[in-house]
């Protein structure tokens, strides 16, 4: 299990709620990142790595990475 940071961003892309997670691999962090937050815009990071935002141009399927 690998930890993850999931934020929340609001209007303006600042970060508006923070929450830790943990999975298995990184498909699943953002599976369980999408299933926490809808609708809302978020960014998934693994330490400095950041893992997944979804609609980030040139992200494919979310994943940033």
């Known amino acids: ?37 809808g609708e809302r815009k978020w960014e998934l990071w693994a330490g400095r790595r950041l893992v997944g935002r979804p609609g980030r141009a040139g992200a494919a399927g979310g994943n940033a990475g």
């Not at 930890?3 to 990184?26: H, P, T």
Request: charged share 25%; aromatic share 8%.
């Open 1 to 37: 299990m690998a930890d993850y940071r999931l934020y929340g961003l609001d209007g303006v892309d600042k970060v508006a709620s923070a929450v830790w997670i943990e999975a298995a691999d990184d498909d699943s962090a953002i599976a369980i990142a999408a299933e926490l937050m």
